[in-house]
């Protein structure tokens, strides 16, 4: 008989399959030499990784979804697990000193990263919603283990319970809308779900819609937009640093991974509704973050708020529904994942006598003390703010630049003049390291591995501007792979507004003339 | 005088089943008591199952007996019976968020409401296995669990490997100074190290 499930016929997923062995090897291991293990098993782990990738390069893509409709390996899934395989990587960098530093090591520190990584990679891989659902609280389940890491410290058993019970409610969303979903076509898998949608008609479609729009909450407490974005200032605070800082660089990309996927899947003939739904998150990230940010002494703190005001630009570029402002939004992410990286490294450098440190007032007499560090954070903060010449002003002007040329002039004003007010609290930083009274220096040194990731993402913040056009053809690339029939979405909008002639005045028009520009 | 068919005796179980269910529901949430709360949510399950036998669903029926009455119930009632917690005082402030809530719950509802009364009516999909129909539930899912969903099932099981994981990082403790019977001493144990054989001298006893 000619099995599916033969060693070969599953080459696609090997990748997956490698990383689930893996996490029962490093776990056997861990139980058997104990808890001072964990070094072993972190390095164990980055060299599983590197294997990983290596098996993801060999990996045949094909739109043909795998294990009886549940999983599909496209380009897009590929290349953003690479992605997600560097941030692992990083994360682990930056972790593994922390832990034996703080005394709270334990070998399920790698187990349960690991364990999150299987779960981000089927996410991006999944084409039928129970799939989904069961990927997305693989991941979710060990995040929740890993903000209750330091089971010591109650702010982190906060955290923990905080982040499990709107996980949880955010699940009850997304199953929610998944059984409308279901009751109004019939199907779970995403294209023959797609295909039902784009004849809905009438009151049907309307139970469609409801259904996306849970969908759609369910994913935006992930990426947490404003208005679902109350959890994750107290889940940045509680959540040991490094725990904190994988937070910041993966989840948030394998959420919005899977947005791309749903929007440009199941709904993508559901375009006129969602345009409005993501750009209203957008508007409210951005704008919230600006002005909450302003009053953070906290710098974990101060990282969430800038995390949710990064979101809200990066939706920005989902909102003009081409394949360029996708393109622009997976860019943008990328470069503030690179930035977090070296950001959260000089935040966990930041100990005295075995006390992290996390206020902002700890920063004074960094430029004194230590004068590599305080350059390399400014450097950080400077391209956070999107100044010229680092990273982080391309991926603004990538993003505005699509904005302006899809004429949703309104959205370009507001994200520019939230950016400006964001640019204080960055500059703010910058100014207590180099003018406050100066503190006592740290102590605990800054360990190879960290400085390692600090010294990268440093590097790559000022030395973008020599490569322009390195990253920009690889997010085209990955996204255009996703694009439904080739079609742009826009496309897709102009259409639908085509059918039913005049009916309202479509998005892209009422943004257009609330802000009259002279052409 | 009303003819009793069974289609009327199956509106009625329904209503039974459903009314007491809401009511039940409703104790959880008001009752003072904590292990009434518990109970009557025991009793809401037994309710729902009650109604899923209705739909012809047996097999969610004994499931969510078995699995929500016969475990998770009675382990929340294990925790609010062992754990001293003051409810009244946890409790207090939350009176202050309900007017926001039963706003937005009406909401919900209205909206919910106006999309059923516009669906109303429309034909319900018909794409299931015809095969389906000649099977019991749990043939059924027998037949589709371990081919066509061998992945979520999968995928289930890890998520069940890492739910342990989590319970024994988060809670286990390396108490020091514990006791612990090491069975391969003890069987290992000859004459010569349990007992020594020492002659007593008249008058002097032993030191």
């Not at chain 1, 929007?263 to 003939?269: A, D, S, V």
């Not at chain 1, 990286?341 to 430029?367: I, K, N, P, T, Y």
């Not at chain 2, 729902?48 to 029926?61: P, T, Y």
Request: aromatic share 14%; charged share 10%; with cysteine.
């Amino acid at each position: 008989m000619d099995s599916i499930y033969t060693f070969s016929a599953l080459q696609p997923i090997w990748p997956e399959l490698f990383m689930a062995f893996m996490v029962l090897g490093l776990l056997l291991i861990g139980v058997f030499k104990g808890h001072q293990s964990t070094r072993l098993l972190t390095f164990l782990a980055i060299g599983g990784l590197l294997f990983v990738a290596f098996l993801l390069l060999q990996t045949p893509t094909s739109k043909e979804p795998l294990l009886h409709g549940k999983i599909v390996i496209d380009l897009f899934a590929v290349n953003m697990k690479l992605i997600f395989i560097t941030a692992l990587i990083a994360s682990y960098l930056l972790s593994i000193k922390y832990l034996y530093d703080t005394g709270f090591v334990k070998f399920e520190y790698p187990v349960l990263i690991m364990m999150a990584g299987i779960g981000m990679f089927f996410m991006v891989s999944s084409h039928h919603m129970l799939a989904t659902y069961m990927a997305l609280e693989l991941q979710a389940f060990s995040l929740y283990i890993l903000a209750a890491f330091n089971r010591d410290s109650l702010k982190s058993a906060e955290a923990g319970i905080k982040y499990f019970i709107l996980g949880a409610v955010s699940s009850g969303f997304i199953l929610f809308g998944v059984s409308l979903l279901y009751g109004f076509t019939g199907h779970l898998n995403y294209s023959e779900m797609a295909d039902v949608v784009s004849g809905l008609t009438g009151p049907e479609r309307t139970g469609a819609v409801f259904g996306m729009m849970f969908v759609l909450s369910g994913v935006a407490f992930k990426i947490a937009a404003v208005p679902f974005h109350m959890w994750i200032p107290d889940v940045y605070e509680g959540a040991p640093i490094p725990v904190t800082a994988f937070f910041a660089l993966v989840s948030k990309l394998a959420a919005i991974a899977l947005l791309f996927r749903l929007l440009l899947g199941p709904f993508e003939t559901l375009v006129a509704d969602w345009q409005i739904a993501i750009a209203f998150l957008s508007v409210m990230s951005m704008t919230w973050a600006a002005f909450a940010g302003l009053v953070q002494n906290n710098l974990k703190r101060l990282m969430a708020y800038s995390s949710i005001g990064n979101i809200g630009y990066a939706l920005l570029g989902i909102v003009t529904l081409t394949s360029q402002g996708f393109s622009a939004t997976l860019f943008y992410l990328i470069l503030y994942m690179v930035m977090t990286a070296g950001v959260f490294g000089v935040l966990l450098c930041m100990q005295r006598d075995g006390v992290v440190l996390r206020h902002l007032e700890d920063l004074a007499g960094m430029s004194k003390n230590h004068p590599v560090l305080a350059y390399a954070m400014a450097i950080l903060m400077f391209s956070m703010s999107a100044l010229p010449p680092f990273s982080g002003f391309f991926g603004k002007l990538v993003i505005f630049q699509e904005v302006i040329a899809q004429e949703l002039y309104m959205l370009a004003v507001i994200g520019v003049v939230s950016s400006v007010i964001a640019t204080y609290y960055y500059l703010r930083v910058v100014k207590v390291m180099f003018f406050d009274e100066p503190d006592m220096p740290y102590t605990g040194g800054f360990g190879p591995f960290r400085s390692f990731v600090i010294t990268a993402s440093v590097l790559f913040a000022v030395f973008y501007i020599l490569f322009p056009d390195s990253l920009m053809p690889f997010t085209q690339r990955t996204v255009n792979d996703l694009l439904p029939h080739g079609v742009e979405p826009i496309e897709l909008i102009k259409s639908s507004i085509e059918a039913e002639q005049g009916s309202l005045p479509s998005f892209q028009e009422l943004m257009k003339n609330a802000f009259p520009v002279e052409r | 005088m009303i003819e009793i068919t069974p289609s009327i005796i199956e509106a009625l179980a329904f209503y039974v089943f459903a009314v007491v269910l809401v009511v039940a529901a409703i104790g959880v949430i008001t009752a003072r008591n904590q292990v009434y709360s518990v109970l009557f949510l025991i009793l809401a399950f037994f309710n729902s199952s009650g109604l899923f036998i209705l739909l012809g669903a047996e097999f969610v029926a004994m499931i969510m007996v078995i699995v929500y009455v016969g475990a998770v119930a009675v382990l929340f009632l294990f925790v609010v019976m062992m754990i001293d917690i003051d409810f009244k005082t946890l409790r207090e402030g939350a009176m202050r968020y309900a007017p926001l809530g039963l706003v937005m719950a009406i909401i919900l509802m209205t909206e919910l409401f106006l999309l059923f009364k516009a669906s109303f009516g429309s034909e319900p999909f018909e794409n299931h296995d015809p095969l389906v129909e000649q099977m019991t539930n749990t043939q059924a899912l027998g037949s589709v669990i371990y081919t066509e969903y061998i992945f979520a099932f999968q995928i289930s099981g890890f998520i069940l490997l890492l739910a342990m994981i989590g319970a024994i990082t988060l809670t286990q403790r390396t108490r020091s100074g514990v006791r612990k019977q090491n069975i391969e001493k003890q069987v290992a144990t000859s004459q010569d190290d349990a007992m020594s054989i020492r002659k007593v001298e008249v008058g002097k006893g032993i030191e």
